[in-house]
């Protein structure tokens, strides 16, 4: 049980946290280390303010760079989250001013996850936008095996539930206001002890009348942990990648046709101290898609590099970064993303 209370509050899940410590106390009033382990879960019910800065780049010339924070609000039926934000994208030799209010609401039940996120984007010189995000996760063995659906409406196909701040990819998008929706599903399952697959498909629609499916099948073998730990993991596989859209596109990337196959290797380690991921991705076969430029199909498969680190400098305040990147000598998408922030509780 007091394994399960310090695994919420890595969680960030300070009433389930606080639940299970007062029942140990219950069964044993001075157990120092529940007594201790309360006392955190009453700090981390605090609300807490993040700040955060963010940069973007990609091989169109467009970059962003923005800045902002807001408070976060604990309550037993999860986390409310409101973050402003301010900034300039810059693309195709324009600078446009780029003001966001972001709504986020990180839920869970037993073993539900369930998160929302709603975008409001102000653009004074281009069409502002209403973006938005979900996704249900089922853990039917938590750490292990989950099922998830997911959807929203987005204004590039890479954001998500982990990268909700990235820019759209070039100027011709913004002024257009092509916008994403998508619905998809993810899986992981077990087969056997020592390899997950991990299945994913979704589809896009675009406003300009394009759609996009892309479908990928992950085997991964779990090198690490071995016998009875948790911690720390680290998996070696391989990846296939079908992405097809019904046209190439000249202004953001729209494969027609493409198939990869690539080499995968993530490691993940969680203390009670910091948290660090690292998941990388790299591409043994070439060139694929149909298609002729400036409206290509085809393109080179790219290496992909995601990280994140956690650190908690006392008890009251934790620093954090994430780093996302993509690279291909030929012609493909390649961007890069980092945000860097601190979550301080008063």
Same mark, same amino acid.
């Given at each position: ?5 310090? %695994?919420?509050?890595?969680?960030? !899940? ?5 639940? *299970? ?16 382990? *309360? ?19 990609? /091989? =169109? ?8 924070? +807001?408070?976060? *609000? ?23 001013? @780029?003001?966001?209010? #972001? ?13 929302? %996120? ?22 039917? !063995?938590? +750490?292990?095996?989950? =099922?998830?659906?997911? $959807? $929203?409406? /987005?204004?590039?196909? *890479?954001?998500n539930d982990v990268t909700q701040f990235f820019a759209p990819e070039s100027l011709g998008m913004v002024e257009q ?32 009348? #394009? ?23 680290? !998996? ?9 859209? @019904? ?11 493409? /198939? ?30 149909? $298609? ?55």
């Open positions: 049980m007091l394994g399960g209370a310090e %695994y919420m509050l890595i969680l960030d !899940r300070p009433f389930a946290a606080e639940k *299970l410590f007062n029942g140990v106390l219950a069964m044993d009033p001075k157990n120092a280390h529940a007594r201790d382990g *309360l006392r955190r879960a009453k700090l981390a019910k605090r609300t807490s303010w993040i700040f955060l800065a963010h940069t973007f780049g990609n /091989h =169109y010339g467009t970059e962003l760079e923005a800045y902002g924070g +807001g408070p976060s *609000l604990y309550t037993p039926q999860g986390k409310f989250t409101f973050w402003v934000g301010d900034g300039f994208f810059r693309s195709g030799g324009a600078t446009l001013r @780029k003001v966001t209010l #972001n709504w986020f609401w990180d839920t869970y039940y037993k073993n539900f996850d369930g998160y929302a %996120y709603i975008n409001r984007t102000f653009y004074p010189d281009a069409p502002d936008r209403t973006l938005y995000d979900f996704k249900g996760t089922w853990n039917r !063995r938590p +750490g292990r095996e989950y =099922y998830s659906v997911f $959807g $929203g409406q /987005h204004d590039s196909f *890479l954001q206001k092509i916008l994403i929706h998508n619905i998809g599903a993810e899986a992981q399952i077990p087969l056997g002890k020592p390899i997950d697959f991990i299945p994913y498909y979704s589809e896009y629609y675009y406003t300009d009348n #394009n759609q996009r499916h892309i479908a990928q099948g992950k085997l991964m073998y779990r090198v690490l942990p071995r016998g009875e730990a948790k911690m720390p993991i680290f !998996r070696i596989g391989a990846m296939y990648l079908s992405d097809s859209c @019904k046209f190439g596109s000249g202004i953001y990337n729209c494969p027609v046709n493409f /198939h990869s196959v690539s080499v995968n290797s993530d490691f993940v380690i969680v203390t009670g101290k910091y948290r660090f991921g690292v998941f990388a991705q790299y591409p043994i076969t070439g060139t694929s898609g149909d $298609g002729q430029f400036p409206f290509n199909g085809r393109f080179d498969p790219a290496e992909t590099l995601y990280s994140f680190v956690n650190y908690k400098v006392r008890e009251s305040q934790e620093v954090w970064l994430k780093f996302l990147g993509a690279h291909s000598a030929g012609f493909s998408p390649s961007a890069f993303d980092v945000v860097v922030g601190t979550t301080v509780r008063f």
